[in-house]
């Protein structure tokens, strides 16, 4: 392996760009020291030039800076509110999400807060929809922080600066908004409510949020068991949910006897259809984009050797959005399970490969294991929890997501053509949704199966990264001495 290649380079510069974009989500720098000491880097460049890896360094102080400066370009100012009590019209251009009462969120049309998005609290009924204009009467602020929840900056992620709770809502106009999302939410909503009428709960409920990445109906208890069992991340729509979905259906076309370039294509296309059926949130666009490079890897037998691929896709991400890397959870744990996949897979594969695969479960296994090696210091950060039984659990799961996925999806699509056979085709995916909602229920209930771990400081979530990053180079640490002394 070459360390100092165009290819290696170019990953460099990637990484040190990224590295910017962390350091400003932290700490403020002025932008007149930025300037001088880019000034010094360009003069020590040409002054040391015919040194490679001196110059090599200094190319990746500047994509540093450049990551610090795009980073607080990003941050804007809150818009000015003239007064508390505000009327102004605006148009709905996300579906509200439905839990205890309606998360609407709103592009402001006529105000002076013309083009401003805002987030409304409101009741459940009258229900509102994607495309309708509401004219909207009460107070208008600045979103509060509260506990230890930095919530200002996590709406500054969907450039949220405003909300309203409980205001004063009359619809003006429906169907306001573009043809192509208006069908694909009203397709959802459909699917959603065909399910609602043909399972049970709680198997409804997690059947939506598989499908459709709609959590909100989830009991308290489910939610609770799935994450002492540490399965909760087959009820997100996230990268990790994702990077296994577009494995297993990768594996799956190839256990169906189809070529490597078929099942890519099948498999592409069933992740692109799932995507869109989800709404297409940010959050699962972005994932999908890292689904569909491991299947891209996959198809091309690179797993290896696809990390350019996959941190040049997480920096255009953070080019367009750099807040993302610090206030969206999903798309730190999409980066890190492909992080995964890419550096321990390998490794892992290497343990068992005298274990014969069946039905693909070893290799759908291997992937889950790989991924969350990667995401388990950050989501022991974030859910505060640590589960002891969440490889056996995933062993026991995650093979008859795809059925149930599968089974799911038939339902659906026979229930459109004639509801009872729907609801007939449905029983298969009961009874597996059953099982799992079983097992995590009884995995959760053994003795020390999990430990709540509160209080997990984030720098020592840097220092288990960074011994794992060493640990990564001291495994390959013999090639790169050898490139180095060339």
């Known amino acids: 392996m070459n360390y100092f290649s165009k290819s290696k380079i170019f990953l460099y510069l990637l990484i040190s760009f990224i590295l910017g974009l962390a350091l400003a989500s932290f700490f403020y720098f002025n932008?007149?020291?930025?300037?001088?000491?880019?000034?010094?880097?360009?003069?020590?460049?040409?002054?040391?030039?015919?040194?490679?890896?001196?110059?090599?360094?200094?190319?990746?102080?500047?994509?540093?800076?450049a990551g610090l400066v795009r980073f607080q370009l990003s941050i804007k100012e809150p818009p000015q509110i003239e007064s508390n009590n505000q009327k102004l019209k605006g148009l709905v251009y996300k579906e509200p999400t439905?839990?205890?009462?309606?998360?609407?969120?709103?592009?402001?049309?006529?105000?002076?807060?013309?083009?401003?998005?805002?987030?409304?609290?409101?009741?459940?009924?009258?229900?509102?929809?994607?495309?309708?204009?509401?004219?909207?009467?009460?107070?208008?602020?600045?979103?509060?922080?509260?506990?230890?929840?930095?919530?200002?900056?996590?709406?500054?992620?969907?450039?949220?600066?405003?909300?309203?709770?409980?205001?004063?809502?009359?619809?003006?106009?429906?169907?306001?908004?573009?043809?192509?999302?208006?069908?694909?939410?009203?397709?959802?909503?459909?699917?959603?409510?065909?399910?609602?009428i043909s399972l049970k709960q709680p198997q409804s409920s997690i059947l939506q949020a598989m499908m459709l990445g709609l959590k909100k109906e989830i009991p308290d208890e489910?939610?609770?068991?799935?994450?002492?069992?540490?399965?909760?991340?087959?009820?997100?729509?996230?990268?990790?949910?994702?990077?296994?979905?577009?494995?297993?259906?990768?594996?799956?076309?190839?256990?169906l006897g189809l070529n490597r370039r078929r099942a890519f294509w099948l498999a592409s296309a069933g992740l692109f259809l799932f995507i869109i059926l989800v709404g297409m949130p940010s959050s699962a666009v972005r994932a999908g984009i890292m689904g569909f490079l491991v299947l891209l890897a996959m198809y091309l037998g690179r797993l290896n050797n696809s990390t350019n691929a996959f941190v040049l896709a997480g920096s255009l991400m953070?080019?367009?959005?750099?807040?993302?890397?610090?206030?969206?959870?999903?798309?730190?744990?999409?980066?890190?399970?492909?992080?995964?996949?890419?550096?321990?897979?390998?490794?892992?594969?290497?343990?068992?490969?005298?274990?014969?695969?069946?039905f693909n479960i070893k290799s759908t296994v291997l992937m889950t294991l790989s991924a969350q090696f990667f995401t388990l210091p950050l989501i022991i950060f974030y859910f505060q929890r640590f589960s002891l039984i969440a490889p056996l659990a995933n062993v026991l799961v995650l093979p008859v997501l795809p059925f149930v996925l599968i089974s799911g999806f038939l339902g659906v699509i026979f229930s459109l053509i004639f509801l009872p056979l729907g609801q007939l085709i449905f029983w298969p995916c009961y009874l597996l949704l059953k099982y799992i909602s079983g097992a995590a229920s009884f995995l959760s209930e053994i003795k020390f199966s999990s430990f709540a771990i509160e209080n997990f400081d984030f720098n020592l979530i840097?220092?288990?990264?960074?011994?794992?990053?060493?640990?990564?180079?001291?495994?390959?640490?013999?090639?790169?001495?050898?490139?180095?002394?060339?």
């Open 31 to 65: 932008y007149f020291y930025l300037f001088i000491l880019l000034i010094i880097i360009i003069f020590l460049i040409i002054l040391f030039w015919q040194y490679k890896i001196f110059r090599i360094i200094l190319f990746c102080l500047i994509f540093c800076l």
């Open 98 to 196: 439905k839990g205890d009462n309606q998360k609407v969120k709103v592009k402001i049309k006529e105000s002076h807060l013309k083009n401003e998005n805002l987030l409304i609290t409101s009741g459940l009924y009258p229900e509102y929809h994607y495309g309708d204009i509401l004219l909207i009467t009460g107070e208008i602020k600045e979103p509060e922080n509260f506990e230890d929840f930095d919530y200002r900056s996590y709406l500054s992620r969907y450039n949220i600066y405003l909300v309203s709770y409980k205001p004063k809502i009359e619809i003006i106009e429906r169907n306001k908004g573009t043809w192509f999302l208006a069908n694909i939410y009203k397709i959802r909503n459909h699917m959603s409510e065909t399910i609602k």
């Open 222 to 255: 489910v939610r609770d068991n799935f994450s002492k069992a540490g399965i909760s991340h087959i009820i997100a729509i996230s990268g990790l949910h994702i990077t296994i979905i577009a494995g297993i259906l990768m594996n799956l076309a190839l256990g």
């Open 318 to 358: 953070l080019l367009v959005n750099p807040k993302l890397l610090r206030y969206d959870i999903g798309f730190q744990l999409s980066f890190l399970a492909v992080l995964g996949l890419i550096y321990i897979g390998p490794y892992l594969e290497k343990l068992v490969e005298k274990v014969p695969e069946i």
């Open 462 to 486: 840097l220092i288990i990264y960074l011994i794992i990053f060493l640990i990564i180079i001291l495994i390959k640490k013999p090639l790169f001495r050898k490139e180095l002394k060339n």
